[in-house]
């Protein structure tokens, strides 16, 4: 089932989430932490992207173990990080040089470019969503994750970057759902299952 956002949602959520920060003067833990690629990734499969990206989206629901399972998800972020462009790969190679310096200025930039000249490089829209998150921007975060998942449903970045924004605005059970859904799609995915047992006693109750 798609993540829809009313046309007015957004601006909503900027609002909300601002005064709720204000309020509890705490932060939760940052998207990054849900939703980063491995520091060092792979060289990409040769092929069909999105041939391969079906095998391994397989592979990964059928991992035997963590390690398997984080195999694969390194596999698929190598594949989400390279586009059919030789200038947005560059481009994204500097992203990741200008989030590294802690320039997130540039990197928006650089990403708005690349959005721009190649926009169905997913990978483009979640990177820019994770740099709003970080500088609080939620309703530019949120919009940049709806095209993420609008392109690829499955990308579990997204999902679990969605859901720390659900929890950020305090709409538990919305985050709660999305969660899961990062789950049906990566079953070893880290962090993610103690994030779903807590919302589910806070949201559902504790079985009797």
Not at 21 to 29: D, H, L, N, P, W
Not at 185 to 194: A, G, S
Request: glycine share 4%; net charge positive.
């Amino acid at each position: 089932m798609a993540v829809r956002f009313p046309a007015l949602l957004a601006a909503t959520l900027l609002c909300a989430s601002a005064a709720m920060a204000q309020e509890r003067g705490t932060e939760r833990a940052p998207l990054r932490e849900l939703n980063e690629p491995p520091a060092k990734l792979q060289k990409p499969q040769r092929g069909d992207p999105t041939k391969n990206l079906d095998f391994l989206f397989e592979a990964l629901k059928a991992a035997p173990d963590e390690a398997s399972a984080k195999s694969v998800e390194d596999r698929i972020w190598a594949l989400w990080f390279v586009s059919r462009s030789d200038t947005a790969n560059l481009l994204m190679t500097r992203v990741r040089g200008a989030v590294e310096a802690k320039d997130l200025d540039l990197a928006i930039k650089l990403l708005d470019s690349i959005v721009e000249i190649k926009p169905d490089f997913v990978e483009a829209w979640n990177r820019r969503a994770t740099i709003y998150y970080m500088r609080k921007d939620y309703g530019r975060a949120l919009e940049d994750i709806r095209e993420v998942l609008r392109r690829e449903p499955r990308h579990f970045g997204a999902l679990s970057g969605l859901g720390m924004l659900m929890q950020e605005i305090g709409d538990e059970k919305r985050a709660l759902e999305v969660y899961r859904r990062a789950q049906a799609v990566h079953p070893r995915i880290q962090k993610i299952p103690e994030l779903i047992k807590t919302l589910q006693e806070k949201v559902e109750g504790r079985d009797i």
